[in-house]
Structures are given as C-alpha cells and as structure tokens.
C-alpha cells in the first residue's frame, strides 16, 4: 500500500516562512512526479509545484520567486520552502505524487492527507 505522508505547516504570520515535507512509502518502483496542490476555502484545489525527476521544476505563477521545491528520489521524499509567506496562501497544502509500484503497472496519482498553512496579516 502506497502512502504519502505530510509533516511542516501551521501558522505564521505573513512575510515569514514554513516548510513541507512529504514522504512516500510502500510498494514503488518509480515516482515520476513529486509535487504540492493546495486547496483554499471555497477555491479548487490548484498545482503549487511540481518536478519530475532530473528536470527543472514547475511553479505557479503566484509562487513563483518565493517557493522553492525539492526532491530527494533515493529518500523518496519531496519538500517545498515557502518564503514571503502572504495571507492568500493560507489553505490546505497536499503532496502529490505520480507513482508506478511495478514496471508492469500504469502510472498512479497518490495523494497526502493534507496539513493546513495559515498566513496572517
């Protein structure tokens, strides 16, 4: 059973900084895609970041400047450093990773639990 854990988030009042990780277990033979969406109140869940393995990561353009994203592949891991923090990225933050638990197996969408980020101003 594949799962994706979350630590980091909370609260932080704007301009100041939090940091994510997220962790994939289980079963894997390949994560292509490592990323984060978040999901604010009444808003569609939206990409954050995302990278695939050995390219040039992926920002929105609200982010962009301020997040940085990473990967560590032989840990399994991806983080996201969130700088310059403002109250319009407060929501729920979810790792997401696109993974094949065998070389026979289609690509999979995982999804983490979900930790909250709130910004104050």
């Known amino acids: 059973q594949v799962q994706l854990v979350e630590s980091g988030g909370g609260s932080v009042q704007a301009g100041g900084s939090l940091r994510l990780s997220c962790a994939a277990s289980g079963s894997i033979f390949s994560i292509p895609v490592m990323g984060w969406y978040r999901q604010a109140p009444g808003k569609q869940r939206e990409l954050v970041a995302d990278?695939?393995?050995?390219?040039?990561?992926n920002y929105a353009d609200s982010v962009k400047g301020r997040f940085t994203i990473s990967r560590d592949n032989a840990k399994k891991t991806v983080s996201l450093q969130m700088n310059s923090l403002k109250p319009e990225d407060t929501a729920v933050y979810y790792c997401?990773?696109?993974?094949?638990?065998?070389?026979?197996?289609?690509?999979?969408?995982?999804w983490g639990q979900g930790t909250q980020v709130t910004v104050s101003s």
């Open positions: 997401n990773a696109k993974i094949r638990e065998s070389w026979t197996r289609a690509l999979e969408t995982y």
């Open positions: 990278i695939i393995s050995d390219s040039s990561p």
